[in-house]
């Protein structure tokens, strides 16, 4: 293979270059400002261009054309698309090159749309310049480009899902169904999850667990399910289509045998609050979670079982079994399993409102939460659906709910919880059905009723009387005897102080993220947004994806949902999934790392920086080698090679100081260097172009995958060009779309910032910037603070630095 | 208990996360006492709808007790304490002090404290009591100096 490819290099160089350039008017965006004619013209002079021409439309269907012909008739073997982004139409040249017999990766664009028309519609002069730069910078890089072939590898045609709530057992069937085979992974007894406690669903009103239980039985008998309950996943390796899956299967000490005919429970002497019940009510050390429990199987509770310490002292569950299920000497076993794709659905926790003393849960008895309530009130409750206060096991006559606890709070958790707005509004009606003079009173900040059927359902609660206040109480006061409680606050739409009395005060608390989320997001090198919930690929079109290939997100793990919501989302991820699996095989994208054996010294140290742990050899080995399917084309991992062995495929060292080079072929010390990653600072300032903010003209933008792949040669080699200022951006540090691989970013610029301060050459002209995809405004402000900077460094210091690093190649080398 | 140092010059950028839960109004032990007085939830909203200037003229403003209750149970964390009292030294720099208060600081800088005490005098002596030691007017005022109080109230 490898051969094969330098082989194919070789042929390139010896043939000569052919590179066609085609400069896109985009009808007035581009040609409104850049005069395309002259930077057409200026292109033909450029080495190696065999034609260049400009077109109003590149991307219609004659632009296409022209490529497609031209490539054939003038045996073009580059071609540089000068127009937008390539992050919009880099797909649509590069199929076009391909159709007409030239490799897809020989073809490169110069963005002189959001990059410089847009960003200088008042500068025409200024706008051509850049745009020439632009166009030669591509051209230089586009001449030494090589053919790349994508690599193929197959996908196991098995998935993994972890974590069995509704939209895990969903993602499942949706899989199973399609012919796959599933494993099921669920931590505790049985799959059902936080639905299974819910007692109704809004808006519909449904019986929560009566339109699970039918998905949860076909799950345990569907033939491709594999259902694994009351394990964990420990361990994952591989890559896309071939994950090797470590899942720890914990003891249940009860047999396949059981037929939950519950014979061992009264026997057992051990109780223990009820987790399933909100702990209202206690369980047995044998139990089974809930009478619906999929698989329908008792199991032991170790932790509070007699037996704990391994001797059996007490066996009075054994000897009421008849099928003699029980077996205390279960242990532990580990499963390897083998999949192709994952489907990560590990849901949410409910907050503990214990931190907000000042509404006394947990002191005052009468405070619950909503989860308690949903138990309070369901038939298969503690209390077999009758609504009782704790302190005194009456019925409620005066009803308040708090909203928004613990969500859209610097205190708690920032973000709105989604559901606590319906959930309410539907128990307030359960309420009201059950006990009509029941009187309720909702105190909310805003009532979010945003979903199909939601605002109808917050109107039949107004239609049965329950009353809504604007303004959370500041305090809840108890009644030492009467165990009555008094809320204090402010009806903020009458702006009247009010003092509320209530039986019963039930806080409408908000989710969270589940609390094994870290250990799914660290094995499967997945990253959590501010609040926690997993990171999408892409927010908007590829919500359901990950940054890791063949991994997959369902349900309120990437963010607070609704049950339906979870549910789509599900089918989403598992119909993700089912494209690989169906396909059978994936493509990488060849911009992969690539390690010279020859040259490798088997230091190491590329493995230690990469993010995916895709880089394996040993010293003993004698080199390391990337393992192309689990690289993820981040490059962070080449900056830090000594030895010239590492270097990225499509973004060479070469290439990227080709584009340098030209960038500062004239003036170059009134330019800014900007190194942008694709995803985010890239991506931001194509916003910024998209919102036509205006930014000075002297920015020349390079892009690399993420800015970990930005070497300090680079930077040491632009200022000995003469450069005024570099710029390196990425995404923000916990928004890596590299798995913090820009975390090597700020190592190498720290380093770099230190040895500029020990040589005497000013820090400020080298700058780090954070700017997500949605940050044009800080792009664009970004570049105006380092233009005004530029103004100060005259060009005697400017050479200075260049004497300074001149000195010290003659004496060390280089400076990095 | 958040910072103990008073933050000041405080802009709309500080407190524009308030979205007027009112958990504040309902900790407010100013308004047990004065149901008149706005309370920080409509002191914050005036702030952000009508601006910082007119409430300095607003004797509302002068209602808090700096208790720290409601800053405490903020769920935006917004230093509603240190914006009433940001608030009121604006306010009095421009005059807008209220007699009463201009009065009772004019009496502790006088007479270094904040009862009128030559009644309480006789009460002791018929009391058999000694006199009280003479009040640290001197030292009090220079402490009023310091916070910058001379500039605002004469004494």
């Known amino acids: ?816 | 208990m958040t910072d103990m140092v008073v933050r000041t010059g405080l802009s709309r950028k500080d407190i524009y996360e308030c979205y007027q839960c009112a958990r504040c109004t309902g900790s407010c032990p100013a308004l047990e006492v004065r149901p008149d007085a706005y309370g920080p939830r409509e002191t914050i909203l005036r702030w952000l709808d009508q601006g910082r200037d007119k409430l300095t003229r607003d004797k509302h403003i002068w209602l808090c007790c700096t208790c720290n209750v409601c800053e405490e149970r903020c769920p935006q964390m917004l230093p509603i304490s240190d914006l009433l009292t940001d608030l009121r030294n604006l306010a009095a720099r421009r005059g807008n002090i209220p007699d009463r208060l201009a009065a009772a600081i004019r009496l502790l800088a006088v007479t270094g404290r904040t009862m009128i005490v030559h009644q309480l005098d006789e009460m002791r002596a018929h009391h058999g009591l000694e006199p009280l030691p003479p009040a640290a007017a001197e030292e009090v005022r220079a402490i009023l100096k310091e916070t910058g109080l001379d500039e605002v109230i004469e004494f």
């Open chain 1, 1 to 816: 293979m490898k051969e094969n490819l330098e082989e194919r290099e070789r042929d390139f160089e010896s043939n000569d270059l052919r590179i066609g350039v085609y400069v896109c008017h985009c009808g007035k965006n581009i040609g409104g400002t850049v005069r395309c004619e002259e930077v057409a013209e200026f292109a033909k002079d450029l080495p190696g261009v065999a034609l260049a021409a400009d077109s109003l439309y590149m991307c219609s269907e004659p632009g296409q054309e022209q490529i497609k012909s031209d490539i054939k008739e003038h045996q073009l073997n580059r071609v540089v698309v000068a127009s937008c982004t390539p992050r919009l139409h880099e797909p649509t040249f590069r199929a076009a090159c391909e159709s007409a017999g030239l490799n897809q990766y020989l073809m490169e664009m110069a963005n002189i749309r959001e990059h410089c028309s847009w960003v200088h519609l008042h500068d025409k002069d200024s706008a051509t310049e850049k745009a020439k730069d632009l166009v030669a910078m591509s051209v230089s890089r586009v001449s030494r480009l090589v053919p790349q072939h994508e690599l193929t590898v197959p996908v196991a045609r098995k998935a993994l899902v972890i974590g069995g709530g509704v939209a895990g057992i969903q993602s499942a069937l949706d899989m199973a169904d399609a012919g796959y085979k599933v494993y099921l992974v669920e931590k505790s007894g049985s799959i059902g999850g936080r639905m299974a406690q819910i007692d109704k669903t809004f808006p519909t009103m449904d019986c929560s667990i009566c339109i699970l239980a039918p998905k949860m039985s076909e799950v345990g008998r569907h033939p491709n399910i594999e259902l694994l309950t009351l394990a964990d996943v420990q361990d994952v390796s591989g890559h896309v289509g071939n994950f090797r899956v470590k899942v720890l299967k914990k003891a249940r000490y009860v047999s396949d045998e059981c037929t939950s005919c519950g014979d061992c429970v009264d026997p057992c002497p051990q109780l223990v609050p009820d987790e399933f019940e909100a702990g209202l009510s206690f369980r047995k050390a044998i139990h089974i979670p809930f009478p619906q429990a999929v698989p329908s199987k008792f199991r032991i509770d170790m932790e509070n079982c007699l037996n704990k310490e391994g001797i059996v002292a007490c066996d009075k569950c054994y000897r009421a079994c008849e099928h003699k299920c029980i077996h205390f000497g279960d242990r532990d076993e580990t499963i390897d399993l083998e999949v192709g794709t994952i489907v990560v659905a590990t849901g949410v926790d409910v907050f503990d409102p214990r931190g907000l003393t000042e509404f006394g849960y947990a002191r005052f008895p009468n405070v619950i939460t909503t989860l308690e309530f949903e138990r309070l009130i369901n038939a298969g409750g503690p209390t077999s659906g009758e609504l009782i206060r704790p302190s005194n096991r009456l019925r409620p006559k005066k009803i308040a709910f708090i909203q928004c606890i613990g969500s859209r709070s610097k205190r708690s958790n920032p973000y709105c919880s989604n559901v606590c707005c319906m959930n309410t509004i539907k128990d307030s009606l359960l309420i009201k059905e059950h006990w009509p003079d029941t009187e309720i009173t909702v105190f909310y900040i805003d009532i979010r009723a945003f979903g199909k059927g939601f605002e109808d359902l917050f109107n039949r609660s107004r239609r049965e009387g329950v009353s809504y206040i604007r303004g959370i109480p500041g305090e809840i006061v108890e009644d030492l005897e009467t165990k009555d409680l008094t809320l204090i606050g402010e009806n903020t739409l009458l702006g009247r102080r009010y003092r509320h009395h209530a039986d019963m005060v039930i806080l409408s608390v908000g989710i969270k993220p589940s609390t094994n989320t870290g250990g799914v997001q660290r094995l499967l090198n997945l990253s959590t947004d501010i609040d926690g919930f997993y990171m999408e690929a892409h927010p908007k079109l590829r919500p359901v994806d990950t940054t890791t290939g063949g991994v997959f997100l369902a349900g309120t793990a990437e963010g607070p949902k609704d049950i339906k919501d979870s549910v789509t989302q599900a089918s989403a991820a598992a119909s993700r999934a089912n494209i690989l699996m169906s396909k059978g095989e994936v493509q990488i994208p060849a911009i992969t790392a690539k390690i010279d054996a020859d040259k490798c010294n088997a230091c190491g140290l590329c493995a230690r920086v990469c993010p995916y742990h895709a880089i394996v050899g040993s010293k003993e080995q004698g080199y390391y080698r990337v393992i192309e399917a689990m690289c993820q084309g981040c490059g962070a991992c080449v900056p830090e090679c000594k030895f010239g062995a590492l270097d990225q495929t499509h973004f060479t060292n070469d290439q990227i100081v080709s584009q340098l080079d030209q960038a500062l072929a004239h003036d170059p010390n009134n330019k800014i260097l900007a190194f942008a990653c694709n995803w985010c600072s890239y991506a931001g300032a194509d916003f910024a172009g998209v919102s036509r903010m205006q930014y000075p003209h002297n920015v020349r933008i390079i892009r690399t995958m993420c800015s970990g792949r930005v070497s300090p040669k680079w930077i040491e080699r632009a200022f000995l060009k003469g450069v005024g200022a570099v710029l390196v951006s990425g995404c923000h540090l916990a928004d890596c779309h590299y798995n913090h691989a820009n975390q090597q970013t700020v190592k190498r610029l720290e380093r770099f910032w230190k040895r500029m301060e020990r040589n005497g050459i000013n820090k400020d002209r080298l700058r780090l910037a954070w700017i997500s995809a949605a940050e044009g405004a800080q792009f664009a402000q970004v570049i105006h603070d380092m233009a005004a900077g530029l103004t100060k460094i005259t060009p005697a210091e400017i050479s200075q630095t260049i004497e300074r690093l001149e000195k010290i190649a003659k004496k060390k080398g280089s400076l990095t």
